[in-house]
């Protein structure tokens, strides 16, 4: 299978589109469990007591505009914990980190789910791209991955509608006991910051984005043992991010977010 897209997601350095925008918003959704549409949950709630297990959540999108032709897709998620540096129980994917093997990536749906359609029918691949410390403060980290069709393969997406995005898994391990990676029971917010949607055009594509983080709760934001004590430097100054609504952009205008 050959990559549509490109292998490395990085906001700081993507080039900017130069796709017209309509007037109508998409929107991204992020919940635990559940798509949106089929009742997850803003909150998840853990004693961190066992290292058998793991949480999902669960990534959503609403297309802006009909995209007839979509064969891949690239996203960001992040997220901040109520401690300096970003707790060790959420150091992800990278080698030497303390969890380095308790964060997957589904590109399917989950079971259960009715209201979120799978836009590639379980045509597209899968992987991440990246795990980065101190995105926009200390105590914070982005995730970053992508999914792509085969050549010669595409897929419509509606206006509309609520597709299922990814779905992301956190083991458990490490949480208590010899070697544990220390955190847990922090508060952690979440935010599902960005996702592009590619076609064989590679001039053509849809992107959703959200604005800086301001107050007050979203759909696209969840929290982690009530996300208490989480804050972000001025000029928002906050107690827990939330993500403004999702609107229509270029690529490159996502940079902007974190200026």
Request: aromatic share 10%; proline share 6%.
């Amino acid at each position: 299978m050959t990559a549509r897209i490109s292998p490395l997601l990085c906001i700081a350095t993507a080039l900017a589109l130069g796709v017209s925008s309509p007037a109508s918003a998409g929107v991204l959704n992020l919940r635990w469990n559940e798509c949106w549409g089929d009742g997850g949950v803003q909150n998840r709630v853990f004693a961190c007591d066992r290292n058998t297990g793991a949480e999902v959540l669960v990534a959503s999108f609403v297309p802006a505009f009909d995209f007839p032709q979509m064969n891949g897709d690239e996203f960001v998620v992040d997220f901040a914990t109520a401690s300096i540096p970003l707790a060790e129980w959420w150091w992800f994917l990278d080698a030497g980190n303390c969890r380095q093997n308790s964060l997957g990536l589904v590109s399917d749906p989950p079971a259960s789910a009715v209201a979120c359609a799978d836009w590639d029918e379980g045509q597209a691949g899968g992987l991440f791209a990246g795990f980065t410390f101190n995105v926009f403060l200390p105590s914070a980290g982005r995730i970053t991955g992508l999914h792509w069709m085969a050549d010669g393969l595409s897929a419509p997406v509606l206006a509309g509608h609520e597709y299922h995005a990814f779905t992301l898994t956190l083991n458990h391990q490490k949480t208590v006991g010899s070697g544990a990676c220390g955190g847990c029971t922090l508060g952690a917010c979440i935010g599902f910051k960005a996702f592009r949607m590619t076609s064989p055009d590679p001039n053509v594509d849809q992107v959703l984005t959200l604005g800086r983080f301001n107050l007050g709760g979203d759909d696209s934001m969840v929290t982690w043992q009530g996300g208490a004590g989480v804050a972000v430097p001025a000029p928002d100054g906050l107690s827990c991010p939330a993500a403004t609504p999702a609107r229509y952009s270029t690529w490159g205008a996502v940079k902007s977010l974190y200026r």
